[in-house]
Nanobody, 120 residues
Framework: EVQLVESGGGSVQTGGSLRLSCEAS????????IGWFRQVPGKEREGVAC???????YIADPVQNRFTIARENAKNTVHLQMNRLKAKDTAVYYCAADATGRCNWPYDYWGQGAQVTVSS
């Protein structure tokens, strides 16, 4: 059974940091790209970051220079480090796996999401 489980969400004040983790099982993790997306009620889901199977990273403009993504293949885990958080970063964050390994849409598997709330 394929599973993607996000952890590390929570509440933080503006300017603070959180690290989200996505632990995967049920597929050959090192062959997949892993992406992070976020969604606010009433808005479309947007891409935040992605790391390919060969560890190329892609960071969306709104979070450039604040968020980083890294993978630990030995632990089937990808981390999203979020620094200098802003209120507009508040959303449900989802991780997703892409079988092409290249951060291509559509993604094949999705986690259930983790809430991140940033308050002033």
């Amino acid at each position: 059974e394929v599973q993607l489980v996000e952890s590390g969400g929570g509440s933080v004040q503006t300017g603070g940091s959180l690290r989200l983790s996505c632990e995967a099982s049920g597929f050959t993790f090192e062959d997949f790209a892993i992406g992070w997306f976020r969604q606010v009620p009433g808005k479309e889901r947007e891409g935040v970051a992605c790391i390919s199977s060969d560890e190329r990273t892609y960071i969306a403009d709104p979070v450039q220079n604040r968020f980083t993504i890294a993978r630990e293949n030995a632990k089937n885990t990808v981390h999203l480090q979020m620094n200098r958080l802003k209120a507009k970063d508040t959303a449900v964050y989802y991780c997703a796996a892409d079988a092409t390994g290249r951060c291509n849409w559509p993604y094949d598997y999705w986690g259930q999401g983790a809430q991140v709330t940033v308050s002033s």
